[in-house]
T-cell receptor, first 114, second 111 residues
Framework: DVKVTQSSRYLVKRTGEKVFLECVQDMDHENMFWYRQDPGLGLRLIYFSYDVKMKEKGDIPEGYSVSREKKERFSLILESASTNQTSMYLC?????????????FGPGTRLTVT | GIQVEQSPPDLILQEGANSTLRCNFSDSVNNLQWFHQNPWGQLINLFYIPSGTKQNGRLSATTVATERYSLLYISSSQTTDSGVYFCAVLISSGSARQLTFGSGTQLTVLP
């Protein structure tokens, strides 16, 4: 079974802190994604990566950056956390384009910024 | 960009009841997926259904692409069906394809 893991289920940080959210997948997938989920808004794409060291902005990249140094790991970085970044963050990975609909999600990290 | 709208936003059912969830999309698509997010946050693929009808146990889905909607049917609901149901469509952006999600339907099945 494909496994996507995220470093923390719950995280509490203070305003202004630098925050790292880590995602690891074990199936050698090229494509990896970071979403945030807010009530009434569904999932919104922050950033995605289709290869090591490659990244593209999603719909809401402001206030975030990402890092993909190894194929299995995709990190989301909040350079200076703010209260409006309190949310549920979901990581996903996907096999090559031939099976685009096989998207696998991690369990999520619920981040609270105080 | 393409808009994906789901209804109803919230649904409360008694165990054993049937339900229909709807997903409307603003532009022609040739792909659509339904997901279930359980109460612990895990998101699971339910159906990839660009058109036609598919069934998996008590769940079935129908997409009428020409009329820009998809329906998810849950029959004889169980408490384990509780959670949020999302539909999503695929769009192409840059070098990869990405999913655009609706806002979800929060389903609560009472024992």
């Amino acid at each position: 079974d494909v496994k996507v893991t995220q470093s923390s289920r719950y995280l509490v940080k203070r305003t202004g802190e630098k925050v790292f959210l880590e995602c690891v997948q074990d199936m050698d997938h090229e494509n990896m994604f970071w979403y945030r989920q807010d009530p009434g808004l569904g999932l919104r794409l922050i950033y995605f990566s289709y290869d090591v060291k490659m990244k593209e902005k999603g719909d809401i990249p402001e206030g975030y950056s990402v890092s993909r140094e190894k194929k299995e790991r995709f990190s989301l970085i909040l350079e200076s956390a703010s209260t409006n970044q309190t949310s549920m963050y979901l990581c996903a990975s996907r096999p090559p384009s031939g099976s685009w609909y096989e998207q696998y999600f991690g369990p999520g990290t619920r981040l609270t910024v105080t | 960009g393409i808009q994906v709208e789901q209804s109803p936003p919230d649904l409360i059912l008694q165990e054993g009841a049937n339900s229909t969830l709807r997903c409307n999309f603003s532009d022609s698509v040739n792909n659509l997926q339904w997901f279930h997010q359980n109460p612990w946050g895990q998101l699971i693929n339910l159906f990839y259904i660009p058109s036609g009808t598919k069934q998996n146990g008590r769940l079935s889905a129908t997409t009428v692409a020409t009329e820009r909607y998809s329906l998810l049917y849950i029959s004889s609901s169980q408490t384990t069906d509780s959670g949020v149901y999302f539909c999503a469509v695929l769009i192409s952006s840059g070098s990869a394809r990405q999913l655009t999600f609706g806002s979800g339907t929060q389903l609560t099945v009472l024992p």
